[in-house]
Protein backbone atom coordinates (compact mmCIF):
# COMPACT_ATOMS: atom_id res chain seq x y z
CA UNK A 1 0.00 0.00 0.00
CA UNK A 2 1.27 3.38 -0.94
CA UNK A 3 1.85 5.30 2.45
CA UNK A 4 0.85 8.57 1.12
CA UNK A 5 -2.67 7.20 0.48
CA UNK A 6 -3.50 6.45 4.31
CA UNK A 7 -6.79 8.08 5.29
CA UNK A 8 -6.66 11.09 7.07
CA UNK A 9 -8.51 10.33 9.60
CA UNK A 10 -6.20 7.50 10.53
CA UNK A 11 -3.51 9.53 10.41
CA UNK A 12 -5.30 12.60 12.77
CA UNK A 13 -6.25 9.22 15.36
CA UNK A 14 -2.89 8.32 15.17
CA UNK A 15 -0.86 11.31 14.99
CA UNK A 16 -0.03 12.35 18.78
CA UNK A 17 0.99 9.41 20.01
CA UNK A 18 3.23 9.30 16.92
CA UNK A 19 4.83 12.73 17.97
CA UNK A 20 5.19 11.67 21.44
CA UNK A 21 7.05 8.87 20.39
CA UNK A 22 9.25 11.02 18.41
CA UNK A 23 9.95 13.43 21.09
CA UNK A 24 11.06 10.60 23.11
CA UNK A 25 14.29 10.34 21.14
CA UNK A 26 14.89 14.04 22.63
CA UNK A 27 14.18 17.66 21.45
CA UNK A 28 13.28 18.25 17.98
CA UNK A 29 11.05 20.82 15.72
CA UNK A 30 8.50 20.84 13.44
CA UNK A 31 10.63 19.97 10.00
CA UNK A 32 12.36 17.73 11.53
CA UNK A 33 9.70 16.01 13.15
CA UNK A 34 7.44 15.86 9.64
CA UNK A 35 10.82 14.45 8.46
CA UNK A 36 10.50 11.09 10.71
CA UNK A 37 6.89 10.85 10.40
CA UNK A 38 7.62 10.10 6.35
CA UNK A 39 10.22 7.88 7.18
CA UNK A 40 8.29 5.97 9.56
CA UNK A 41 5.80 5.78 6.68
CA UNK A 42 2.74 7.90 7.61
CA UNK A 43 3.39 9.85 4.51
CA UNK A 44 3.87 14.32 4.23
CA UNK A 45 2.38 15.21 7.32
CA UNK A 46 1.85 19.01 6.59
CA UNK A 47 2.19 21.84 8.97
CA UNK A 48 -1.00 23.03 9.39
CA UNK A 49 -1.40 19.36 10.69
CA UNK A 50 1.22 19.20 13.02
CA UNK A 51 1.75 22.33 14.66
CA UNK A 52 -1.45 22.95 16.20
CA UNK A 53 -0.83 19.60 17.90
CA UNK A 54 2.01 20.29 18.86
CA UNK A 55 0.55 23.66 20.16
CA UNK A 56 -1.92 21.46 21.75
CA UNK A 57 1.28 19.41 23.44
CA UNK A 58 2.36 22.25 24.43
CA UNK A 59 -1.10 23.59 26.86
CA UNK A 60 -0.93 20.13 28.10
CA UNK A 61 1.75 20.07 29.76
CA UNK A 62 3.46 17.69 27.41
CA UNK A 63 5.84 19.88 25.84
CA UNK A 64 8.40 22.60 26.94
CA UNK A 65 9.12 24.95 23.63
CA UNK A 66 12.74 26.83 23.29
CA UNK A 67 13.89 28.91 20.35
CA UNK A 68 17.13 28.00 19.13
CA UNK A 69 19.57 29.96 16.95
CA UNK A 70 20.33 28.32 13.27
CA UNK A 71 23.25 27.43 11.53
CA UNK A 72 23.68 30.48 9.15
CA UNK A 73 19.91 30.57 9.23
CA UNK A 74 16.49 31.54 11.58
CA UNK A 75 16.48 30.29 14.39
CA UNK A 76 14.42 27.02 15.05
CA UNK A 77 11.65 26.14 17.64
CA UNK A 78 12.72 22.98 19.37
CA UNK A 79 10.12 20.53 21.52
CA UNK A 80 10.86 18.72 24.40
CA UNK A 81 9.10 16.38 26.47
CA UNK A 82 8.63 17.00 30.25
CA UNK A 83 8.48 14.29 32.86
CA UNK A 84 4.38 14.62 31.89
CA UNK A 85 4.70 14.07 28.43
CA UNK A 86 7.29 11.09 29.35
CA UNK A 87 4.83 9.24 31.21
CA UNK A 88 2.07 10.19 28.75
CA UNK A 89 4.23 8.64 25.66
CA UNK A 90 4.32 5.72 27.61
CA UNK A 91 0.51 5.82 28.42
CA UNK A 92 -0.90 6.52 24.59
CA UNK A 93 1.85 4.12 23.34
CA UNK A 94 0.25 0.96 25.35
CA UNK A 95 -3.25 1.78 25.06
CA UNK A 96 -2.57 2.22 20.99
CA UNK A 97 -1.14 -0.78 21.40
CA UNK A 98 -4.05 -2.58 22.64
CA UNK A 99 -6.09 -0.76 20.43
CA UNK A 100 -4.60 -2.26 17.57
CA UNK A 101 -4.67 -5.41 18.73
CA UNK A 102 -8.38 -5.43 19.38
CA UNK A 103 -9.00 -3.93 15.89
CA UNK A 104 -6.68 -6.11 14.08
CA UNK A 105 -8.44 -9.30 16.26
CA UNK A 106 -11.54 -8.35 13.62
CA UNK A 107 -10.02 -6.90 10.70
CA UNK A 108 -7.01 -9.65 9.79
CA UNK A 109 -9.83 -12.05 8.93
CA UNK A 110 -10.98 -9.71 6.35
CA UNK A 111 -7.27 -10.07 5.01
CA UNK A 112 -7.34 -14.26 4.01
CA UNK A 113 -11.01 -13.45 2.73
CA UNK A 114 -11.57 -14.33 -0.86
CA UNK A 115 -13.13 -11.38 -3.06
CA UNK A 116 -16.14 -11.75 -4.61
CA UNK A 117 -18.04 -13.51 -1.82
CA UNK A 118 -20.52 -11.52 0.62
Not at 62 to 85: C, I, M, N, S
Amino acid sequence: MNTEQWPSEWLRGVLGVCVLRILLDGPSYGYAITQRLAEAGLGTVKGGTLYPLLGRLEEAGHVEVEWRPGDGGPGRKYYALTEQGRAEAGEQSARWADFTSTTRGLTDAAIAQPTGRN
